[in-house]
C-alpha cells in the first residue's frame, strides 16, 4: 500500500512568504495523479491542485504543483493572510485509491 | 456550483448502525462518481468508500470493509453510507464529496460534514 508522507509537520511563515510543502510516496504514483487540498478549522477541504500540476477552477495562481513519481511539492508564492491553513496530499493513481497524507499546516510566524 | 448537504450523523453505542445521506443539488447527479471521506477530531483525513455513477464500481477502505455499504438512489440525488458494527474509532465528521466530471478522484466538491460519535 502506497504511504504519503507530508513534510514539514508544521511551517512558520509570514505573509508575502514563499511556502514550499513536499509530499513524499513510499512507491511511484500512477500517471502522477496527484492532487493537494486546503483546509481550514471547521470547513471541509477545498481542492486546489490536480494530477500534480493543475490548478483547479478558481484557484489563484500563486499556488502551484510540481513533481513526478515520488516527489511532489505544492508552492504558493506569496502566502496571503487567507492561505495560512492546512495542506493535504493526495494519491489516485495507485491501489488503493485515494489515500491521504498526513497534512502540513502553515501558521503565521 | 453542486451544493453536497449531509445529513444522519448522531451519537451511537458500540456496536451499533447508522445511514449517513448526502443530497445533491445536481440535476445531473448520476454522471458523477461519489465518495465518502472522513476526519477523526484534530486528525487528518482519511478516504472511505467511492461509488460510480450508476452505482456498478463500489471501492471500501481496509478499515471499513465488510461493515459499511454505500449507495446511492439517481432518482433522489441522493448518496448513503450505510454503517454496522461502529468502534469508537469510527467516530469522526463524514463528509461526502464528488469527483471532477467522469473521475472518481479527486474531490472538487464537498459537503460540509456530519458528527458521528461511537461512545457508551
Known amino acids: 500500500e502506497i504511504v504519503l508522507t507530508q513534510s514539514p509537520g508544521t511551517l512558520s511563515l509570514s505573509p508575502g512568504e514563499r511556502a514550499t510543502l513536499s509530499c513524499r510516496a513510499s512507491q511511484s504514483v500512477s500517471s502522477n495523479y496527484l492532487a493537494w487540498y486546503q483546509q481550514k478549522p471547521g470547513r471541509a477541504p477545498r481542492l486546489l491542485i490536480y494530477?500534480?500540476?493543475n490548478r483547479a477552477t478558481g484557484i489563484p495562481d500563486r499556488f502551484s504543483g510540481s513533481g513526478s513519481g515520488t516527489d511532489f511539492t505544492l508552492t504558493i508564492s506569496r502566502l496571503e493572510p487567507e492561505d495560512f491553513a492546512v495542506y493535504y496530499c493526495?494519491?489516485?493513481?495507485?491501489?488503493?485509491?485515494?489515500?491521504f497524507g498526513q497534512g502540513t499546516k502553515v501558521e503565521i510566524k | 456550483e453542486v451544493q453536497l448537504l449531509e445529513s444522519g450523523g448522531g451519537l451511537v453505542p458500540p456496536g451499533g448502525s447508522l445511514r449517513l445521506s448526502c443530497a445533491s443539488s445536481r440535476f445531473t447527479f448520476n454522471t458523477f462518481a461519489m465518495s465518502w471521506v472522513r476526519q477523526a477530531p484534530g486528525k487528518g483525513l482519511e478516504w472511505v468508500s467511492s461509488?460510480?455513477?450508476?452505482?456498478?464500481?463500489?471501492s471500501y477502505s481496509d478499515s471499513v470493509r465488510g461493515r459499511f455499504t454505500i449507495s446511492r438512489d439517481n432518482s433522489k440525488n441522493t448518496l448513503y453510507l450505510q454503517m454496522n458494527s461502529l468502534r469508537a474509532d469510527d467516530t469522526a465528521v463524514y463528509f461526502c464529496?464528488?469527483?471532477?466530471?467522469?473521475?472518481?478522484?479527486?474531490?472538487?466538491?464537498w459537503g460540509q460534514g456530519t458528527l458521528v460519535s461511537v461512545s457508551s
Open positions: 493526495q494519491q489516485y493513481g495507485n491501489s488503493p485509491f485515494g489515500t
Open positions: 464529496a464528488q469527483g471532477r466530471v467522469g473521475l472518481t478522484f479527486p474531490f472538487d466538491s
Open positions: 494530477d500534480a500540476s
Open positions: 461509488i460510480s455513477g450508476f452505482g456498478g464500481t463500489i
